[in-house]
């Protein structure tokens, strides 16, 4: 058994994997991971093996507590992947992203795949059907814009997000509402299609904390999947694991 442990920027996920499959699946605030790991250990007590991606802060100490009592994969921009990484930076690569390409190359083998990744950021990712990585785009996410509205101007409120009834506005907060859900709706829309007309088979992925919010509201035909990135690790582990 597999334990996979995904450090975001605001929780911790924390996935049991038998081989392909997710058994269970834990999220939980970063001052509450050590109660969690224990609390699956004891409850799976197959697992052997682990990785940690670690896209937030995960403590030394508390890094040092999972491997005291699983062999640890941690990854990172050395580790051995199961694709070709044509990014000319890869050292800056979000580990987050690696894990994104790495579940594609898995699930939607021999294909042009682009994974969007709505979080915290909006992370567009292309994955070629020769199995070459050649990067993509970051945009802010949709409690990013509304924060941001709220922290750099004086008088616009913060609101939580909402599917707005119509584009046009009439107060300011359904003029808000509409400005982030419709841009967003917008880019995601017009990225797929820039990409849609370079390659006419091309498979889209929708994953991320946003994915169920998004996917009903887009025009694009995508292929939604909400535990696309615990998957990808599992595959770094079991790839790295294998050799």
Request: proline letters at 4%; charged letters at 20%; one cysteine or more.
């Amino acid at each position: 058994m597999n334990l996979i442990i995904d450090v975001g920027n605001t929780s911790v996920k924390i996935a049991v994997f038998q081989v392909d499959e997710l058994l269970e699946k834990v999220t939980c605030p970063l001052d509450e991971f050590e109660a969690n790991f224990e609390q699956l250990l004891k409850k799976h007590s197959k697992i052997s093996k682990s990785i940690v991606s670690s896209v937030g802060f995960l403590s030394n100490l508390q890094l040092e507590i999972v491997k005291k009592r699983l062999h640890v994969l941690v990854l990172g921009p050395e580790t051995p992947v199961p694709f070709i990484n044509d990014y000319k930076t890869p050292q800056t690569l979000g580990v987050d992203r690696v894990a994104l390409v790495s579940a594609a190359v898995k699930i939607k083998p021999n294909q042009n795949t682009l994974i969007v990744d709505a979080g915290t950021c909006i992370t567009y990712d292309f994955v070629t059907n020769k199995n070459q990585y050649l990067g993509g785009a970051i945009s802010p996410g949709i409690r990013l814009r509304y924060t941001s509205l709220n922290n750099l101007t004086a008088n616009l409120p913060l609101l939580t997000k909402e599917i707005p009834e119509l584009i046009t506005g009439n107060t300011t907060n359904s003029a808000i509402h509409s400005g982030v859900i419709y841009g967003v709706l917008f880019e995601i829309d017009g990225v797929i299609q820039s990409y849609r007309e370079k390659f006419s088979d091309l498979t889209v992925i929708l994953t991320g904390g946003d994915a169920n919010f998004l996917s009903k509201q887009l025009k694009s035909s995508i292929f939604a999947h909400s535990n696309f990135l615990l998957e990808g690790l599992n595959h770094i582990l079991q790839y790295n694991s294998n050799e």
